[in-house]
């Protein structure tokens, strides 16, 4: 899982997820091209972000909800936190919460249990080199039987 690649393609991207089912981008994608080399690896799911135009609106949604092995995943690129949900997800989050919520936008890896609705919440950072953060990461975890396990978090090395 990766987000805010804002159009930045790694060659190590295929390292890291060359063993994945599939990826997920959780937004601001940045270019068709990054999308389209992303799905020559694996199967792509993404939202579409804020920085996001064209034909990757077009292409991707803004908020995706399906079922992994079990679980109810929604994601969408700005979304908040627990306690601090954003507007524009606040309603579909409460009404029927998902195992996992996953969003991205802020550039900073978080991830967070909120126990009073019962779901993870990840937002696996910044993969791209656009933005303040000083770090890249990326996250990949097993899911299997409605439930999540093995999560790491992969903080890509600078370019010499």
């Known amino acids: 899982m990766?987000?805010?690649?804002?159009?930045?393609?790694?060659?190590?991207?295929?390292?890291y997820?060359?063993?994945?089912?599939?990826i997920w981008h959780a937004g601001d994608i940045g270019s068709m091209e990054l999308a389209m080399r992303l799905q020559e690896i694996r199967p792509l799911r993404a939202?579409?972000?804020?920085?996001d135009g064209g034909d990757l609106r077009r292409m991707f949604p803004l908020v995706l909800r399906w079922n992994c092995e079990g679980a109810d995943v929604l994601m969408t690129h700005i979304g908040g936190y627990p306690g601090r949900y954003d507007a524009s997800i606040r309603q579909q989050i409460?009404?029927?919460?998902?195992?996992?919520?996953?969003s991205g936008h802020s550039?900073?890896?978080?991830?967070?249990?909120?126990?009073?609705?019962g779901l993870?919440?990840?937002?696996p950072g910044a993969a791209g080199l656009q933005?303040?953060?000083?770090?890249?990461?990326?996250?990949r975890f097993t899911a299997?039987?409605?439930?999540?396990?093995?999560?790491?978090?992969?903080?890509?090395?600078?370019?010499?």
Do not use: M
Request: charged share 30%.
């Open 2 to 15: 990766l987000s805010d690649t804002h159009s930045w393609w790694d060659d190590r991207y295929r390292q």
């Open 94 to 102: 409460y009404a029927r919460p998902p195992k996992l919520f996953i």
């Open 47 to 51: 939202v579409c972000g804020n920085c």
């Open 107 to 117: 550039h900073i890896l978080k991830v967070q249990y909120d126990e009073r609705l």
């Open 131 to 139: 933005g303040w953060h000083q770090t890249r990461t990326l996250v």
């Open 17 to 22: 997820f060359e063993e994945c089912d599939e």
């Open 120 to 123: 993870l919440h990840i937002n």
């Open 144 to 160: 299997d039987k409605g439930s999540f396990s093995d999560l790491e978090v992969i903080e890509i090395p600078k370019i010499s």
